[in-house]
């Protein structure tokens, strides 16, 4: 009996002992999950937290985004006066639409303004260019003017000689200046406007159907313009339209002082546009191109008549 008792105390005493350890493991097993998940938990609220405030952030950005699109749209406005109106709500397409279309707008506007810049410049080369020749006439005139005053036996001679000269170089600033005859390749010869009208009423202004082929280069001077293209163009421009878009603006872009265009006016000349290619053939560059630039720009907008100059030239 004492040796099973005795047996038996170690066992019971090993099984309380494999009992004993095993509880403790367990416990400590189940407080390390717990920790994990409570550590994973507060990971997420982090995260979670961090996630709302920047969508919060990014909301708030598209809703300023959106809104200067609608704002900036000419439809937009009608958006914004709805009641409980919201920026975001609006579908995708439709602020891709908008985008578009103020896209579009810009492009179109900066295109205009450098359009508008060029043709501004072209105009005040354009100025220039008539100012050197008034000037060059004025020199040459002066000389050969100085040249004759010294040959001149008497006073009276000089005096006469000096007024003839100062009337050559001045003038009266409405009349159609005084062309030189020696170089006639360049030289426009301006018509009569009698001749201007038997030229209309005979029918001798009627362009000719057709165009050369090849055209001619864009780079002629308005001297050599076709005649019968050139009596077209005074005829159609000297036609004054309440948008100004005839020979005054052409005028204005080719570098005519406004003063002089005012005197035209008076006048009421019957075919202007033909002292408008008078004073503007002293230029250079006076150039069926440079005309063809004229015709087209925001303020004349002469589109059938560039067209017929397009036809037989190589404006662009």
């Not at 809104?67 to 609006?90: Q, R, Y």
């Not at 170089?169 to 009208?197: D, F, R």
């Not at 100004?244 to 603006?249: I, V």
């Amino acid at each position: 009996m004492e040796d099973k008792k005795a047996k038996s105390a170690p066992s019971r005493a090993s099984s309380a002992g494999k009992s004993g350890n095993s509880k403790p493991a367990k416990g400590k097993k189940k407080l390390t999950i717990k920790d994990q998940l409570i550590a994973e938990n507060n990971e997420l609220k982090e995260e979670l937290q961090k996630l709302g405030d920047e969508n919060k952030a990014l909301h708030e950005k598209l809703e300023v985004i959106v809104m200067k699109i609608v704002t900036n749209d000419d439809e937009g406005e009608d958006l914004e006066m709805e009641e409980g109106f919201e920026p975001c709500n609006l579908p995708t397409d439709d602020i891709m639409a908008m985008l578009q279309k103020i896209i579009k707008k810009s492009k179109t506007r900066k295109k205009h303004a450098l359009e508008i810049r060029v043709e501004e410049l072209e105009t005040r080369v354009t100025h220039l260019t008539v100012e050197l020749a008034k000037t060059s006439r004025a020199k040459i005139a002066f000389e050969h003017g100085l040249k004759a005053t010294c040959l001149c036996p008497d006073m009276e001679q000089v005096r006469a000689k000096v007024e003839q000269v100062r009337l050559e170089v001045e003038g009266p600033h409405w009349t159609a200046p005084v062309y030189s005859t020696n170089q006639s390749n360049t030289t426009l010869h301006p018509m009569t406007y009698k001749s201007l009208s038997d030229s209309f009423s005979s029918g001798r202004h009627n362009v000719p159907f057709n165009p050369p082929r090849p055209k001619l280069p864009g780079d002629t001077h308005i001297n050599q313009l076709i005649k019968e293209l050139r009596l077209f163009l005074v005829r159609e421009l000297s036609l004054e339209k309440a948008s100004r878009a005839d020979w005054r603006t052409m005028a204005e872009r080719v570098g005519i002082p406004e003063d002089v265009i005012e005197e035209w006016e008076k006048l009421k000349l019957e075919y202007p546009m033909s002292k408008v290619f008078a004073e503007w053939s002293q230029s250079d560059s006076a150039t069926v191109r440079l005309l063809h630039r004229h015709l087209v720009s925001p303020q004349m907008r002469c589109v059938l008549l560039a067209k017929r100059l397009d036809d037989y030239y190589q404006v662009t």
